[in-house]
């Protein structure tokens, strides 16, 4: 696909922006869409900004779908917001449709933009720092999921289709290990074991969901702490972006992908496993945050099945890197030889460990239910 920027101007004027731009740059740490931020000077006021985006085609091959999603999600969320007296145009992104009047915009190489309001006085952190941002960014998805308690989530599309569904991703990796194409099975043979060793695990969320016992709700799918903008004074969580795969979902999905991206010290691909364990009191800490902010919304079976997600979500990852070592490396960019085993082993590592604590886990969450 062409560079975003061959097309840039003429996708700049396909837009209405109130005010002439003065200055388009590409913007923020995404390694999905190409991002940029643009200014514009309205006349005797501030400079306004707003982010443009050119979706990636590789990842998203419905991009009218998609955008009926995030429409539709962000104008419901606008008027909860409302409803409970907050300020949509910080608490809910805003989707500005191009001059044609479609939800997106196709340009001359058939890239798809779209375009949002900046939400000023904010900041995007990429790492918990302390416990007080982690709970925070736990606060903001569990009010994300209290605000779309009313949403029919049946009415959206899958944008990535079985995404967090744990038994097609058990299915590729037999597939893999099966074919074994570039022969690094047998090297492999401790983390294969791992993986089938906790086959029946795969089939929990979705048989507890296919019984009845869990719902079916809209979920983000992407709840790692860079996905929720803070508010530069309080430190809170003003807004949730990226909501490209704001699919159907369990809520477990959520709170569980946060568990694995927050609740450990380690880098995704530290070699060294003694640095890899799940943080019993980080765990604790967005626990309550994150119950706190779904203001009672979930079911008490929801509540109990929460330390499932935090290691179906983690268990599922390391799968997916391994599924990659074995077919070659073709979906996650590495950076050395084994990047993605040494990826799968970390994953992995800290799902035994949740393993040794799932009395402490289970716990924590009655501790916080229902208050």
């Known amino acids: 696909m062409v560079q975003a920027e061959q097309t840039l101007q003429e996708v700049l004027e396909a837009f209405d922006f109130g005010a ?5 740059i590409r913007y923020g740490c995404g390694h999905i869409n190409d991002t940029f931020v643009v200014h514009t000077q309205p006349e005797n006021t501030c400079c306004r900004r707003f982010i443009l985006q050119r979706m990636s085609s590789a990842a998203f091959k419905r991009p009218d779908q998609l955008m009926e999603n995030i429409i539709g999600v962000t104008e419901f969320l606008g008027r909860e917001i409302e409803k409970h007296g907050g300020d949509r145009s910080r608490e809910a992104m805003e989707v500005i449709r191009p001059k044609n009047g479609q939800s997106f915009y196709t340009d001359s190489q058939n890239g798809a933009w779209r375009l949002y309001p900046f939400v000023e ?3 995007c952190h990429q790492a ?5 941002l982690f709970a925070a960014s736990g606060r903001a998805f569990g009010r994300f999921q209290q605000l779309l308690k009313d949403y029919p989530a049946g009415t959206l599309y899958e944008t990535i289709p079985n995404f967090h569904n744990t038994e097609d991703r058990l299915a590729r990796f037999k597939e893999a290990v099966q074919a074994d194409k570039l022969g690094r099975a047998a090297e492999c043979k401790p983390e294969i074991d791992f993986v089938l060793a906790r086959e029946a695990d795969c089939s929990v969320a979705l048989d507890a969901m296919r019984s009845g016992k869990l719902p079916l709700r809209v979920t983000h799918n992407d709840t790692k702490l860079n996905n929720v903008l803070m ?5 809170e969580g003003v807004c949730i972006i990226d909501l490209d795969t704001v699919m159907p979902g369990l809520v477990l999905y959520d709170f569980g992908d946060s568990i694995r991206f927050g609740a450990n010290h380690a880098a995704e691909d530290e070699t060294d496993l003694s640095k890899v364990n799940l943080d019993i009191d980080l765990f604790a800490v967005y626990t309550a945050a994150f119950l706190e902010g779904t203001g009672g919304s979930l079911t008490d079976m929801e509540i109990a099945y929460l330390p499932w997600g935090a290691k179906l979500m983690t268990l599922e990852c390391g799968m997916r890197f391994l599924t990659d070592y074995l077919v070659g ?3 996650f960019h590495i950076a050395r030889e084994k990047h993605n085993l040494d990826r799968c082993r970390t994953q992995f590592k800290l799902v035994a460990d949740m ?3 799932w009395p402490e886990l289970e716990s924590i969450v009655n501790q916080y239910q229902g208050k």
């Open 231 to 235: 508010d530069e004074a309080t430190g």
């Open 355 to 357: 393993e040794s604590h």
């Open 20 to 24: 002439p731009v003065v200055g388009a």
């Open 329 to 331: 490396d073709e979906y």
């Open 121 to 123: 006085h904010t900041v």
């Open 128 to 132: 918990a720092d302390t416990p007080e």
